[in-house]
């Protein structure tokens, strides 16, 4: 450009290293190539011209979640000349109207967990596996807890619904299985252990919670009431979990157990080797290991008499029949079977 300023194109084209011709061309027109292209155009008819607007936008607006292979075998049955090449040329117009003119969509964001970030904690209902003890059927939970980076999972069979002393038992026992503390600990609003609990206490397990976590000097967290997503690192894996505890009691030959010690070591052998072998374990050796490590078992965790409280006497003997019994072991709480 320099070099045109003060000489003919012919002259400066031969300094710039390019022909006259070029020189000529970029004097009569200086936009770029990418600048002159013009926007490709339709090559062919439409083939849905005459159905798009009146017919299928109808449809998308009436019933927003249609499949569009619906869509097409509607269409394809209202006017039999459409070739069934199209198709692909819907469900591409399809997806084009949607993003331009259907219902708003969530954005959700890839979480990065650090090693030794975060760890997860949930309850998972067991029924559908179809598990007695003693030709009984047995109702129950599973707590799960898993490390959100490495997969270390570990599973505890708990008896009843959600509680804090579920919670507390389970955890722990993860933790000390584990060998290391994560620097949080996340689990959802836990509404099913605050439920038909009035207010004092609630703040009471509210308090004995936040105590646990500061014992193992681990922060809480939640995630928002009614968004499993956000706890997707545990939520996903729950039916992995289920789905291998059913592969294994298929592999058994049976999903009746002699009493609940049987079974209780029948998933924790299967949580145990579900991890050792993990075809990721090559990779667990470089990652930063978990160096915080429990100390002791968090004393505040056990449950306190209350006058809600009663105990259920073995069968043949009287007494007061109740939903569980709280076994005092040392100064901790754990959730026991209904006799």
């Given at each position: 450009m320099k070099s045109r300023q003060s000489?003919?194109?012919?002259?400066?084209?031969?300094?710039?290293g390019f022909s006259t011709a070029t020189a000529y061309r970029i004097e009569a027109d200086p936009r770029l190539p990418?600048?002159?292209?013009?926007?490709?155009?339709?090559?062919?008819p439409d083939p849905l011209a005459g159905v798009w607007d009146s017919e299928i936008v109808p449809m998308l607006k009436v019933s927003p979640g249609i499949r569009a292979v619906a869509i097409f075998e509607e269409i394809c049955r209202r006017h039999p000349e459409l070739a069934p090449g199209v198709r692909r040329t819907l469900e591409r117009r399809i997806a084009r109207?949607?993003?331009?003119?259907?219902?708003?969509?969530?954005v959700i964001f890839r979480q990065e967990h650090p090693p030794g970030r975060m760890g997860l904690s949930d309850f998972t209902d067991m029924g559908e596996l179809g598990i007695t003890i003693a030709d009984e059927p047995f109702d129950h939970r599973l707590y799960h807890f898993r490390?959100?980076?490495?997969?270390?999972?570990h599973a505890h069979v708990v008896l009843g619904g959600e509680s804090f002393v579920a919670l507390a038992e389970g955890l722990q026992n993860a933790l000390w299985a584990l060998g290391g503390v994560p620097e949080q600990h996340r689990s959802d609003s836990l509404s099913a252990a605050f439920r038909n609990l009035d207010r004092?206490?609630?703040?009471?397990?509210?308090?004995?919670?936040?105590?646990?976590?500061?014992?193992?000097?681990?922060?809480?967290?939640?995630?928002?009431?009614?968004?499993?997503?956000?706890?997707?690192?545990?939520?996903g894996p729950h039916r992995h979990l289920k789905m291998a505890i059913a592969d294994a009691l298929l592999l058994r030959g049976s999903?009746?157990?002699?009493?609940?010690?049987?079974?209780?070591?029948?998933?924790?052998?299967?949580?145990?080797?579900r991890w050792s072998a993990q075809p990721c374990s090559g990779c667990r050796s470089a990652a930063p290991p978990i160096t915080?490590?429990?100390?002791?078992?968090?004393?505040?965790a056990a449950a306190s008499p209350s006058k809600r409280c009663s105990i259920r006497l073995p069968r043949g003997?009287?007494?007061?029949?109740?939903?569980?019994?709280?076994?005092m072991t040392g100064s901790t709480a754990f959730l026991a079977r209904p006799i």
């Open positions: 000489n003919l194109p012919a002259i400066a084209a031969a300094k710039a990418s600048q002159k292209k013009k926007p490709r155009g339709r090559r062919r109207w949607r993003a331009l003119n259907g219902p708003n969509r969530d490390l959100a980076f490495s997969g270390f999972e004092d206490a609630r703040e009471d397990l509210t308090r004995r919670y936040a105590a646990l976590c500061a014992h193992y000097r681990m922060t809480a967290t939640r995630n928002n009431p009614g968004l499993a997503h956000e706890n997707g690192a545990i939520e999903r009746d157990f002699a009493d609940l010690g049987a079974y209780r070591r029948f998933v924790d052998e299967l949580g145990g080797w915080r490590k429990p100390s002791s078992r968090s004393p505040r003997s009287s007494g007061i029949a109740c939903a569980c019994v709280f076994m």
